[in-house]
């Protein structure tokens, strides 16, 4: 009965080389979410969409770029990879949140940069 | 924009007695704050959430409340457990589809 499910769940990739997180749900959400987080930090918002409409947080890099083919995924693509951008990347989903509405967030994926 | 401020950043209690931690935000037209738990290595889970119709949520063990005027609300745990030890994240939002978190408090339950 997973809601948002997050693929890989675990992923190490080289300095510089382009990288693809997924994530994937079964809510039927209009609007998701892609945070950062480093070692117990607040999430962090990069960007997200509602439907199709993506909004990007203004200090979000240009090295982090995102796709959303339809409701039910959306990617999260870092260009070149910096050993900064180590860190657990959450995708999370929420319902038209016109008054406020919890946000369901996926298991995680831990990205190692080497 | 809208800021939360969350304090402690740490709080160490013995397993029975009682948390509290604290948020203050700046937006006054922010109108839903949820809490969520986050054990390590684990997804934030919503443990319990409050909009600004309402001063005061219960939930078991757990309870929040909201000063709309003095733009601070809490989270209560009473009779705390060894399993109530995480990170909570306070936040809050205007309605307009982001949540803006606190900086988290890492509890730690003493037996």
């Known amino acids: 009965d997973a809601m948002v499910i997050q693929n890989p769940r675990y992923q190490v990739t080289q300095f510089g080389k382009p990288v693809t997180l997924s994530c994937s749900q079964t809510?039927?959400?209009?609007?998701m979410y892609w945070y950062q987080q480093k070692s117990s930090q607040a999430p962090k918002l990069l960007f997200h969409?509602?439907?199709?409409?993506?909004?990007n947080e203004a200090d979000t890099p240009d090295n982090f770029q995102s796709r959303r083919p339809n409701t039910s995924f959306c990617f999260l693509d870092i260009r070149s990879p910096g050993l900064g951008d180590a860190a657990m990347y959450l995708c999370a989903t929420s319902r038209d949140p016109g008054q406020g509405y919890e946000q369901y967030f996926g298991p995680g994926t831990r990205l190692t940069v080497t | 924009g809208e800021n939360v401020e969350q304090h402690p950043s740490t709080l160490s209690v013995q397993e029975g007695d009682s948390a509290v931690i604290k948020c203050t935000y700046s937006?006054?037209?922010?109108?839903?704050f949820p809490w969520y738990k986050q054990e390590l290595g684990k997804r934030p889970q919503l443990i319990i959430d409050i909009r600004s119709n309402v001063g005061e949520k219960k939930d078991q063990r757990i309870a929040v409340t909201l000063n709309k005027t003095a733009k601070h609300f809490s989270l209560h745990i009473t009779e705390t457990q060894p399993e109530d030890s995480a990170v909570y994240f306070c936040?809050?939002?205007?309605?307009?589809?982001?949540?803006?978190f606190g900086q988290g408090t890492r509890l730690t339950i003493n037996p």
């Open positions: 969409y509602y439907d199709k409409d993506f909004n």
């Open positions: 936040a809050a939002s205007t309605g307009a589809q982001k949540l803006v």
């Open positions: 809510l039927n959400h209009n609007v």
């Open positions: 937006d006054s037209a922010s109108n839903y």
